[in-house]
């Protein structure tokens, strides 16, 4: 770039048997750093499964399933979890997992307003890593720029036991196969910050933990909330769970953080995998994102 220049242009081609494609990506370097990227596809073959504005990360542990990891840290990730802004407006907050299986999950089925992967661990006593900072990691944000036609969000964890794996990974997945003959054009922008904002006054996920209960027998979720007040008064939990049953719902004021704790238990009942959905409630309207869960059994 010249000289006091605020961006670079950068052209690259993708060849491999299955498609050629043209880029160009506008770089804005800066506090946040803006990427417009600009793709063309044209297949070779027919392609059913296509990964548009991929992203990867490293999860390794949280406060949800360290029990397994003999580590001196309290967390190691890259990222903590899949933010999804839907495009009817719901805001979305799916937490990571390093899975002992891999795992494949699917949101949406038309074009979000955006989706990326995030890092709300922002102390550095989250952490107690002095060498690698996980703390001041980036979240990246990805906004489609017209038309993107039906597909999902597409969210793939991976079994690691390093830190050194990004295993990871999240893109737009069409519905449509590409075929050749018929060249593919998508456009999007990468935003590289802290977080993504939310709405004012609508609460966000600060922590998420889990362990046994007190018999062993059920899994207790307690998760904290902030930008929604701490009153309780004339909220409730909408919570639902793929299957199992769940016991003890309660929703508190949480004063240190000035925010809102949920909580509830749940009975497995032999299930190898559920999903759980979280978020709360005022009459009819939500004043929390939604929160996400795959529980897996060990």
Sequence with gaps: PVPHATMIVIYALLESASTTGAYRFTV????????DVELTLFPRAEM??????????????????????????????????LQITSSTGEHIFRQLANPIKLQVSSFTTQPPQGFG??????????????????????????????????????????????????????????TQALIPGHPAQFAYRVTWLTEPALPKGLGKIMATRSGASLDGKRR?????????????????????????????????????????????????????????????????????????YRWTAP
Aim: avoid cysteine; charge should be negative; aromatic fraction near 10%.
């Design 28 to 35: 804005q370097p800066g506090a946040e750093t803006v990427t």
């Design 48 to 81: 059913r499964v296509v990964g548009i504005a991929p992203l990867t990360s490293m999860f390794l542990f949280d406060e949800t399933n360290r029990g397994h990891l003999d580590d001196y840290r309290p967390e190691v990730h890259d990222s903590d979890g």
């Design 117 to 174: 992967l995030v890092q709300r661990s922002r102390e550095q006593r989250d952490f107690e890593d002095f060498a690698n900072l996980y703390e001041r990691r980036p979240s990246a944000w990805v906004e489609p720029k017209g038309e993107w036609g039906a597909g999902s969000v597409e969210l793939v964890e991976i079994p690691s036991g390093r830190e050194t794996n990004d295993n990871i990974v999240a893109f737009w997945r069409p």
């Design 220 to 292: 207790v979720f307690v998760l904290d909330f902030v930008g929604a007040g701490e009153k309780t008064d004339g909220l409730h939990l909408d919570l639902g769970a793929s299957y199992g049953k769940i016991y003890n719902t309660a929703l508190v004021s949480n004063g240190a953080m000035h925010g809102l704790r949920a909580s509830f238990e749940i009975d497995p009942n032999n299930a190898d995998l559920i999903e759980l959905r979280l978020r709360i409630m005022r009459a009819d309207q939500p004043v929390s994102e939604t929160w996400l």
